[in-house]
């Protein structure tokens, strides 16, 4: 992975921002996180997130320092200023002294101190921005980083992989909580430049938004680096039913399998995204499928992504892509009930 | 998500956008599990800790408010949804939330339609055969099948039945009847696969019922269509396939061009302006009229076999 940087690239998106109005250090915020969120292999579909602290005018026409932070519902590839609504800093970060905050009282909180009242909800990691003190703190879901962490030993690789420049956050849900312990862990290590956080991701920070922009860079390159030179297996391939079937002839039955879940009387439907590749062919193909696709989903803002694009629970199915309809369809009912059985879907309806 | 072994992997979603970005994520996952197993054993998140972030409240706010549209996840194919009243159903389905397929001979046209209703294009033409198997292809590559076909290509050809050529009557029924029975049973087809019954809509005309002077050629295919669309009814009532049809009359459209408008109003010795308002309410109708009674057969879920009349009130042309 290599750093997009361009000085004269950042310098005309801060001179096209101040025609309107909007100062250096969020134009430049908003030319970094578009780099970071124009990268598939760092973010995806308004997953992270980034904030630079600064100064804004109130009604008064005086300078207080704000942070300014990625907002919900808004995509770094794309952001503009609306999406990186201004809260004030300073009760932000009075909350550090408190022992507990509910999500709530969290949200309400951050709703409250927000300069324009119609800005869209701060992000939920705000806090966890506010309690760091340097000037930008960038945050993605880097798959290379994932793929170290979502390991049984994740703390020893993140130690191996990148010695003492990062601190190691166990998983905590967002929030408050997890605002205080990574806060409490640079604390404890001022020299670190990011934090590695366990299941979820990896947070840079700096004093300018190249720096911060770089940092991410070069961390997420080390991972890439250890992930080519670790390899210690491959994905075993199964040994698959001839003729298989092609993409066309299975969607349908996918699509009336899908729909066959909804109540009876309600005729929801679905549309299907097909994807194949020598990646995607070698995972879905592997003897072991059924175990490595079922343990789980790799960071915990997926869940949350898949959930709400799906409306509903997100889990993987694996059927048989032999030429035999009736056997895919068994297959599909067979997982389909099991996700209908799954927990989650008995406690969503009581 | 839905993974199949060698072959790739579906994302699933209530349109192709939300299908998509369920693909994305998938996709993402197969590299990060793949470059997990292969320097270890891929450990996520625990089961519980996944589903505390996934019920989590600040997650399920998120997914409050936006209402689900009627026909959200529903795949609909227009035919000649390059104008007139195909253009106007595209746009009566793709509003109520549905994913909707463009087809028209004229590509140009289907692809406008389709960029006004963020659909699919097909440029294809009906009367061929191999042109429709592909257009069917293409249709579920892009969202993985159908549930509402609606048939609605066809074109108005005329003459004196005992003087009009052969050829012109063949070409009228290969276009206004034989294509609407080739479309509607690659749909069947399709619908049979996924085993959710589906809708299949048809655009007759009061032609079929209530013919015209010297409008033969057009008229009787018309009259076969609405057969076929019983005979549809009756053939596949029992795996849930409904079958119904809309008999409009006196539609602007590029088929009753303002030419052929100032035929039909001469032949039925009337101005063009009482032509066009010659029925019990008086008001001309429009394509939108038309979209909407589609929309209406599509959501009844009880009713087959039937045909709806759009053209402002005719006892003539009424259904005995």
Redesign the interface.
């Known amino acids: 992975m290599h750093s997009r940087w361009s000085d004269a690239e950042a310098e005309r998106t801060i001179a096209r921002y101040a025609q309107i109005g909007i100062n250096a250090d969020v134009a430049v915020r908003i030319y970094t996180t578009r780099l970071l969120g124009s990268d598939?292999?760092l973010v995806?579909?308004g997953g992270g997130n980034t904030s630079v602290k600064t100064q804004a005018q109130d009604l008064f026409g005086t300078l207080q320092p704000v942070l300014c932070i990625k907002g919900?519902g808004w995509d770094m590839g794309s952001i503009e200023p609306g999406g990186l609504p201004a809260v004030l800093l300073e009760p932000l970060r009075r909350t550090q002294q408190l022992a507990a905050l509910s999500?709530?009282e969290m949200?309400h909180f951050l709703r409250s101190n927000l300069i324009d009242a119609n800005a869209p909800n701060p992000s939920?990691e705000t806090l966890l921005h506010a309690f760091l003190p340097h000037k930008f703190v960038d945050h993605t879901h880097a798959?290379?980083v994932?793929?170290?962490v979502?390991?049984?030993?994740?703390r020893a690789?993140v130690a191996e992989t990148f010695a003492g420049d990062v601190g190691f956050v166990p998983?905590v849900?967002p929030?408050f909580r997890l605002a205080k312990l990574a806060a409490a862990v640079v604390a404890q290590s001022p020299g670190i430049v990011g934090l590695i956080l366990d299941?979820h991701g990896i947070f840079t920070f700096a004093e300018t938004a190249r720096e911060a922009y770089e940092r991410m860079i070069a961390l997420v390159s080390r991972a890439e680096a250890?992930?080519a030179a670790?390899?210690?297996?491959?994905?075993v391939p199964?040994v698959?039913p001839q003729p298989?079937?092609?993409?066309?002839a299975?969607?349908?039955?996918?699509?009336?399998a899908?729909?066959?879940l909804a109540p009876p009387g309600d005729?929801?439907?679905?549309?299907?995204?097909?994807?194949?590749?020598p990646?995607?062919?070698?995972?879905?193909?592997?003897a072991e499928?059924a175990q490595?696709?079922q343990?789980?989903?790799?960071?915990?803002?997926?869940?949350?992504?898949?959930?709400?694009?799906?409306?509903g629970?997100?889990?993987?199915?694996?059927?048989?892509?032999a030429c035999r309809?009736r056997r895919i369809?068994r297959a599909?009912r067979r997982?389909l009930r099991a996700l209908q059985r799954a927990?989650?879907r008995e406690?969503?309806q009581a | 998500?839905?993974?199949?072994?060698?072959?790739?992997?579906?994302?699933?979603?209530?349109?192709?956008a939300?299908?998509?970005?369920?693909?994305?994520?998938?996709?993402?996952?197969?590299?990060?599990?793949?470059?997990?197993?292969?320097?270890?054993?891929?450990?996520?998140?625990?089961?519980a800790?996944?589903?505390?972030?996934?019920?989590?409240?600040?997650?399920q706010a998120?997914?409050k408010g936006a209402a689900?549209k009627r026909f959200?996840?529903?795949?609909v194919l227009v035919t000649g949804a390059g104008s007139g009243i195909g253009r106007a159903t595209a746009q009566a389905f793709a509003a109520e939330g549905a994913?909707v397929a463009a087809l028209d001979s004229d590509g140009a046209a289907a692809l406008r339609v389709a960029e006004e209703v963020g659909g699919l294009a097909l440029a294809c033409d009906v009367t061929k055969d191999r042109a429709l198997a592909d257009a069917f292809?293409k249709l579920?590559?892009r969202?993985?099948?159908?549930?509402i076909l609606v048939s609605n290509a066809g074109a108005a050809w005329q003459g004196r039945i005992g003087e009009v050529s052969d050829a012109a009557l063949r070409a009228s029924f290969e276009l206004n009847f034989f294509a609407h029975q080739a479309a509607a049973k690659a749909a069947v087809h399709?619908l049979q696969?996924?085993?959710?019954?589906g809708v299949l809509l048809f655009n007759i005309s009061k032609q079929a019922v209530n013919p015209g002077p010297d409008f033969g050629p057009y008229g009787l295919p018309k009259a076969a269509t609405l057969a076929l669309m019983r005979q549809y009814a009756i053939d596949y009532g029992r795996e849930g396939i409904r079958a119904n049809g809309v008999n409009a009359d006196r539609v602007r459209t590029g088929l009753l061009s303002d030419e052929m408008l100032a035929k039909r109003a001469a032949a039925r010795g009337l101005s063009e302006t009482a032509y066009m308002a010659g029925n019990l309410l008086q008001r001309e109708v429009t394509a939108a009229d038309v979209a909407r009674a589609f929309v209406a057969l599509a959501k009844a879920?009880a009713t087959t076999g039937h045909v709806v009349t759009v053209d402002g009130g005719n006892t003539a042309a009424a259904l005995r």
Request: with cysteine; hydrophobic share 45%; charged share 20%.
């Open positions: 598939p292999l995806l579909h919900s999500d709530a949200v939920v798959s290379a994932l793929s170290l979502d390991q049984a030993d994740g690789r998983y849900i929030g299941k250890v992930l670790k390899r210690v297996r491959s994905l199964a698959l298989l079937a092609t993409p066309e299975i969607a349908p039955i996918v699509r009336g899908c729909a066959g005729d929801r439907r679905v549309v299907l995204t097909f994807r194949s590749s990646l995607i062919l070698a995972y879905v193909s592997g499928l490595y696709s343990r789980g989903v790799v960071n915990q803002e997926q869940a949350a992504i898949a959930a709400a694009a799906a409306r629970r997100a889990r993987c199915i694996q059927v048989s892509g309809r369809r599909l997982g927990p989650c406690q969503d | 998500m839905v993974l199949v072994p060698g072959i790739g992997l579906y994302g699933v979603g209530s349109s192709p939300a299908s998509a970005i369920v693909a994305d994520l998938a996709e993402n996952a197969v590299r990060v599990v793949s470059d997990a197993e292969a320097i270890g054993r891929f450990e996520p998140l625990c089961e800790d996944a589903f505390d972030v996934e019920y989590w409240s600040l997650e998120k997914l689900v959200a996840g529903h795949v994913s292809g579920v590559a969202f993985g099948g159908l549930d399709l696969q996924q085993g959710t019954g879920r």
